[in-house]
């Protein structure tokens, strides 16, 4: 009688739960979630959800909610994993206290999944849930958490974060009425926000200590494009410049708040590193991640930036297994120990261990990376990963803005950046997923036909 458990209900998580099922996985399924709303899609948090186009923001629920009965999936909302007990194959469970739960939606925000009345939803109450769980396979998927930044001002008020459904909340609440907005951090996540917040009417500003934006997983040249395009949107990306301190308003000012009323003191700026104050009446901290790792750690399991798996996803314990944006993985694809942020990512490792734990697969995990980002207008496809110090070359319209940065390392093809080339996208998932490589001569070659070489 097998009982997987899950700890963690976000993409991965919940993938891991359908494929089981999916491949007729006969035995009990739990998941655990630590936040207190049906699970649901991150991405669209930084995009549709801030949309000022769109009315209402809609959550987008990774499942329907009657997934979950129809399934067996017993589903845990508002409690987390506090411990592994390996030697007895269990883990301690507790609820989320709560104020630190995400907060019901409100009625500005459709969450369809999310009320009392649904089929999947489990309310939790302290005394309800069981503080011990059995398990002969337990999967960790708990993803990720902002990293916080070691500089003044972080508590004060208006200085917000975008991870869950409540700081998306607050975050479309507080544009409604923001002026200046400063993100610290040109990532992803950092440059969806200030495109949102550009379509809010507000000044945005973007604080990145790089020379150049999205440097950790872009091209220089892909870099260089955004940031001309960015620019020309009224997004003004400040490159090579940290936050050193964020500033409070002065006490004895007019208490105006943007985001409900609250006794902290508000933002008034951000002082970079250059000793420049960008006024702010509304800061994002989009300094990238950090894994949530602690279960592990504390159970003595192998971590390094993330949990440590092997190829077929199984942590230092074999009855313990990790997936999505907390894991560092050996890759095949670079040969080298990746942990990935992405729905790719989440996604198919859920999917691929699904198979593996009913047995249905004896492969390594090898799923091609790629990724997505919508920036305002702006569309980026990325097949594969681009690593510091691949060579590239650009094939299309640079100027009308359909084109993609080919990247080689060691003479073979390895990434592929594409705006406004769907079919380059398709090729390369396809050419690179397959390990055929393709030299910089054929790129270079006008003739070359990419699309059919790929099939
Ligand atoms: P998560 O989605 O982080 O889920 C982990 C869950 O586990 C969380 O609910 C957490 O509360 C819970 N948890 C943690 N610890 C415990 C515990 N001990 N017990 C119980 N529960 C626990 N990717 C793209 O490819 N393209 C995009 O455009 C894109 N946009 C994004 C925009 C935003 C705003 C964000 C935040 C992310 C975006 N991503 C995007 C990244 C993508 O959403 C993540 O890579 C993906 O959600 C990772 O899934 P996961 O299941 O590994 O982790």
New binding site residues.
Partial sequence: NRHVVI???????VQVADTLRAEGFPGRITL????SVQPYE??P???GFLDPANDVAHVVPLRPAAFYPENEVELLLG????GIDRERQKVRLEAVAQGDAVPAATHEDAVPTATHEDAGRTDVDAGDVPSELSYTDLVL????RNRPLPIKGGELDGVLE???LGH?QDLRRSLKDAGNVVVVGGG??GL?FASAAALWGAHATVLEFAERPMARVLSPAMSEYFAGEHARRGVRLQLGEAAAEILAEDPSASPTTIAGTTDRRRVKGVRGSSGQVYPADLVLIAAGVVP?EE?AVEAGLATANGISVDATLQTSDPHIWA????VSFPSRHTGTILRL??????TDQGRYLGKRLLGRTDEEYSDLPW????QGDLKLYIAGVTLPGDETLIRGDLEAGRFSVFSFRSGILSAVESVSQPSDHVAARRTLGAGRGVTPGQVADPGFDFKAFSK
Avoid: M, Y
Avoid at 341 to 346: M, T
């Fill in positions: 700890a963690g209900a976000g993409l991965a998580g655990v979630s630590a936040e991150r991405p948090l930084s995009k409690v987390r994993v506090v998927a708990t993803g990720a975008l991870r869950e998306a992803f996540i969806e949530n279960l997936i999505g944006d907390c942020e992405s729905e790719q990512n989440a990724f997505w980002t919508h």
